[in-house]
């Protein structure tokens, strides 16, 4: 049976990949309420008219921080570079998963 399954191989690849493909946009939804609730009160972000000014511009933040690692540390607790921020340890207190706050790097990414 198994043995039966190679001839199936790269139909399986391409499905896995337009699934994959459907899945990352399938999260759009998902990301774009999570940027609502926990970003756009304090970050510019594009699209966006109604947004605070209390932490720094998330438009072109792919530019500014090419490391995405960078930013998934800045969400998830920022306090270990700057002790003094206003930005909340959201990865740190359980606010956001490590996927959510994957998902919002995506997003902020990709805009």
């Known amino acids: ?3 039966g399954l190679r001839n199936y ?3 399986l690849a391409v499905a896995g990949a337009v699934f994959c493909a459907v899945s990352a946009n399938a999260a759009s939804p ?4 999570l940027i609502g609730q926990y970003c756009e009160q304090c970050h510019q972000v594009k699209g966006v008219q109604n947004f605070g000014n209390i932490g720094p511009s998330l438009v072109d ?3 500014r921080y090419p490391e995405r ?3 998934e ?3 998830s607790d920022e306090t270990k570079r700057n002790p003094q921020t ?3 340890p959201f990865g740190r207190n359980l606010v956001l998963t490590k996927q959510q706050i994957e ?3 995506d997003y902020l990414y990709n805009q």
Not at 30 to 33: C, V
Request: proline share 8%; aromatic share 0%.
């Open 1 to 3: 049976m198994i043995v």
């Open 9 to 11: 191989a790269p139909a």
């Open 30 to 33: 998902d990301a774009r309420a």
């Open 61 to 63: 933040l792919k530019g």
């Open 69 to 71: 690692k960078d930013v």
């Open 73 to 75: 540390e800045i969400i």
């Open 86 to 88: 206003a930005m909340p």
């Open 103 to 105: 998902t919002i790097v």
